[in-house]
């Protein structure tokens, strides 16, 4: 499989469980709290809503442009601190480790 369709599966993936686990909003967070210049919107946006609002749809953009995807990126980490108390965090730390890995490899 191709890096563009597995990184699109995991996106769809990431987004199944995001919303199995309850960690899905139906409104959209204000224009401000979508342009923070923080790493992952840290200062106004929770993990999941970044994921939701921010990684998502900027990875499907870029897929759906037939861009360049990233060289390489780690956001698990991030993850796995800001959503230590989160139910479903494994599951989610399961695919962003996933996705981690496929952007990691050559």
């Known amino acids: 499989?191709?890096?563009?369709?597995?990184?699109?599966?995991?996106?769809?993936?990431?987004t199944t469980v995001l919303q199995e686990?309850?960690?899905?909003?139906?409104?959209?967070?204000?224009?401000?709290?979508?342009?923070?210049n923080q790493p992952f919107a840290i200062d106004i946006l929770r993990c999941e809503q970044w994921l939701q609002w921010i990684?998502?749809?900027?990875?499907?953009?870029m897929l759906a442009m037939k861009m360049a995807l990233p060289a390489?990126?780690?956001?698990s980490p991030y993850v796995e601190e800001a959503m230590k108390e989160n139910k479903g965090q494994a599951a989610i730390l399961a695919v962003t480790r996933e996705l981690d890995q496929l952007f990691k490899s050559k």
């Open 1 to 14: 499989m191709d890096k563009s369709r597995h990184c699109q599966l995991l996106l769809d993936r990431l």
């Open 21 to 36: 686990y309850e960690h899905w909003d139906v409104e959209l967070p204000p224009a401000e709290a979508l342009s923070s």
């Open 55 to 61: 990684f998502i749809p900027k990875l499907n953009h």
């Open 72 to 75: 390489a990126f780690e956001i």
